[in-house]
């Protein structure tokens, strides 16, 4: 391959990775986390019972007088394994999400695609919070740490 050929290919790559950043929700000066983030972690005391369809979901909200959480993510997400394996592995976090809402986990390549442009998301990870009845309560676009995430949930639960 000739000099002016690698270039072009190390050009393409290097497109590549920035486009799948910004599609997953990175912005400047965001780190990238490390592969080897991504390991499972052990489970905690807290199991989360994540729901995985819409329907189901918003009858249990609405038995249970919850609000629904919905975390729309992609395989191939960075950030959403980050979310994944990090924040929703956090006990703060676990004990929040089981004792506040009702979480429904949506592929936006496989169930959630519909409803993902249905409901504005034009980046991954994005949670979205709603009242039982469907009523959109709050959002959270990209990556937040433990900490940052349950600050925001509780701005979002104490709305009303």
Same mark, same amino acid.
């Given at each position: 391959?000739?000099?002016?050929?690698?270039?072009?290919?190390?050009?393409?790559?290097?497109?590549?990775?920035?486009?799948?950043?910004?599609?997953?929700? &990175?912005?400047?000066?965001?780190?990238?986390? &490390?592969?080897?983030?991504?390991?499972?972690?052990?489970?905690? &005391?807290?199991?989360?019972?994540?729901?995985?369809?819409?329907?189901?979901?918003?009858?249990?909200?609405?038995?249970?007088?919850?609000?629904?959480?919905?975390?729309?993510?992609?395989?191939?997400?960075?950030?959403?394994?980050?979310?994944?394996?990090?924040?929703?592995?956090?006990? &703060?976090?676990?004990?929040?999400?089981?004792?506040?809402?009702?979480?429904?986990?949506?592929?936006?390549?496989?169930?959630?695609?519909?409803?993902?442009?249905?409901?504005?998301?034009?980046?991954?990870?994005?949670?979205?919070?709603?009242?039982?009845?469907?009523?959109?309560?709050?959002?959270?676009?990209?990556?937040?740490?433990?900490?940052?995430?349950?600050?925001?949930?509780?701005?979002?639960?104490?709305?009303?």
């Amino acid at each position: 391959m000739t000099t002016c050929g690698r270039k072009t290919s190390v050009v393409i790559v290097a497109l590549t990775v920035i486009g799948s950043l910004t599609a997953c929700g &990175a912005g400047p000066g965001d780190e990238v986390p &490390a592969t080897s983030s991504f390991e499972p972690v052990s489970s905690h &005391a807290t199991h989360l019972n994540w729901e995985k369809s819409w329907d189901t979901a918003f009858t249990r909200a609405r038995t249970e007088g919850k609000p629904v959480l919905v975390s729309f993510q992609a395989e191939w997400c960075v950030w959403c394994k980050k979310l994944e394996t990090t924040t929703f592995r956090d006990n &703060a976090v676990m004990s929040l999400i089981a004792d506040s809402v009702v979480p429904l986990t949506l592929d936006v390549d496989n169930a959630g695609r519909e409803l993902s442009d249905q409901h504005g998301v034009e980046s991954l990870p994005t949670v979205l919070v709603f009242s039982p009845e469907g009523e959109e309560r709050g959002r959270i676009d990209g990556y937040l740490s433990p900490a940052q995430f349950v600050k925001a949930m509780n701005q979002i639960l104490t709305q009303g």
